[in-house]
């Protein structure tokens, strides 16, 4: 039960449990109760218009036009690059001899099975050093991999207010976090030299470099589209009301917001559907 009433704002109390004001006598249930069905009208209308604004942006950015659906194919070419050998690491000893090369599977697999006891080595005035480039290397280039991840899984946005920022800011912590995995390896391979000499050996893969240019073809689309409209969107109408009126116009005219039902009352005339006349009966 209201508060207060809607007609003569007494307040009510918690032992008022019939469905009518003691002041008033007014019906709760059915005060304006044309009135609020139609306030639930219009915002279920409203709520209906703004999601199809959403899907009209999504199918734009998926399958809007033949650069949509390039950008898509890009996208998925992205993730696929990092199944190229991006690093190669040797290691040679007495006893034991071996060869690895890193793509971004087993980079993601040495991540997820790191012993993090041996996060102990970070403070090893011998290996230290070494041990954090290899970490860092590691988790730039799964950030890159998510980076990638997340271009293809937020592409359906790509038309929407803030598509073009998103889309640039995924590009180029792809194309940071790439490059800057490739750094850390050469550093890291640096550092085990510096301590064990002729002991290992390493270098970057051309596979981190295809990832990175990879990144960067899909940034420089993003910007094409932007810059020439390559993308437009095809607004399917939506009306609001019993006036049939144009989303856009109901927008500029009473808000973007929820319609209350104060705003109703106050637009009676508009926004409430007429009632169609009864004719008179004649006698004969």
Known sequence: MASFCPKCNRKLKLTDLK?????C???????????????D?????IEH??????????KAAMVGSPWAIARIVLLVLVITTFLLPLASLSASGPYFERDTTYTAINLVTTLMEFDF????????????NAT??????????ALALVMALFQLIFSFLSCSKRGFGRNVTFSVLGIVFSLGSSVLFNMFVKAMNDVAPGFMSGK??????????????VLALNIIIKVKNLVPVKYTPCYIGKEHMLYEEFVEKY??????????????DELMPKKEEQPEEVNA
């Not at 006891?117 to 230290?128: E, H, K, M, T």
């Not at 954090?132 to 280039?141: D, E, T």
């Not at 893969?205 to 990144?215: E, K």
């Not at 808000?255 to 009676?268: P, Q, R, Y």
Request: proline share 4%; aromatic share 8%.
């Open 19 to 23: 469905p009518t004001c003691p002041g």
């Open 132 to 141: 954090i480039f290899f970490a860092g290397s590691v988790v730039c280039v």
């Open 255 to 268: 808000g973007s917001g929820k319609v209350t039902l104060d705003l109703v009352m106050e637009h009676h």
């Open 41 to 45: 009208a219009l915002n279920a209308e």
């Open 49 to 58: 218009s703004r999601t199809q604004k959403m899907m009209d942006r999504g």
């Open 25 to 39: 006598d007014t019906n709760l249930l059915y005060y304006r109760i044309e009135e609020r069905l139609e306030v």
């Open 117 to 128: 006891g041996a996060i102990g080595l970070i403070g090893s005035p011998i290996v230290g």
């Open 204 to 217: 970057v893969g051309f596979g981190i470099y295809v990832v990175a240019g990879a990144f960067a073809l």
